[in-house]
């Protein structure tokens, strides 16, 4: 998405907020709004004018070059949250359960920087993508089941956590 907006004649370098819902454009001239507008549109944006950096000058922003450290925060996030149910689970000891954690957030980063959503991407697409690639990097350490299970454990808390409009079913 930023590298779509960052091609536009115009645009400065696009950012998105920490939390990935707001996107930050700024022109060199008016007459590119409107190809900035469209650009949001068909990427499923909706979009604002906003004059200056009143509303959202105090929030962090990412532009191309830096938003990966944005997914790999994200995958931490998602690991430490998933795991300590898993880890009980498996009867991990701490170290056993911190080399998961890191396998975990590891698959999840390079699912995020590998994978691109357009305009129209199913639901789920990236939650179905980055479950198998957590349940790939979890068997050699948990076995087939506890691979499979971890999947599972990863999809339910990131189906709970989808917005409506991206829930599978």
């Known amino acids: 998405m930023l590298a779509r907006l960052n091609g536009l004649d115009g ?5 998105v907020d920490h939390r990935g819902q707001l996107q ?6 008016s007459e590119v709004v409107s190809d900035a ?7 499923g944006f909706a979009t604002d004018d906003v004059t200056g950096d009143a509303p959202v000058g105090a929030l962090r922003w990412y532009g191309a070059d830096s938003v990966r450290e944005l997914s790999r925060e994200e995958a931490e996030v998602i690991a430490h949250r998933v795991m300590p149910a898993v880890a009980r689970d498996k ?5 056993a359960a911190e080399q998961l954690r890191s396998a975990v ?3 999840l980063y390079g699912c995020f920087t590998r ?11 990236l939650r179905a993508v980055c479950s198998v690639a957590v ?17 599972r454990t990863l999809w339910d808390d990131l189906e709970m956590r989808a917005q409506p409009e991206d829930r599978d079913g």
């Open 24 to 29: 930050r454009i700024r022109l060199d001239r």
């Open 135 to 151: 349940e790939a990097a979890a068997q050699p350490l948990i076995g087939g089941d506890g691979a499979r299970s971890l999947a």
């Open 91 to 95: 009867g991990l000891d701490r170290a």
């Open 37 to 43: 507008q469209q650009a949001l549109h068909e990427l």
């Open 11 to 15: 645009v400065r370098p696009a950012e």
């Open 115 to 125: 994978h691109t959503l357009a305009a129209g991407t199913p639901p789920g697409a």
């Open 105 to 107: 957030a590891g698959a």
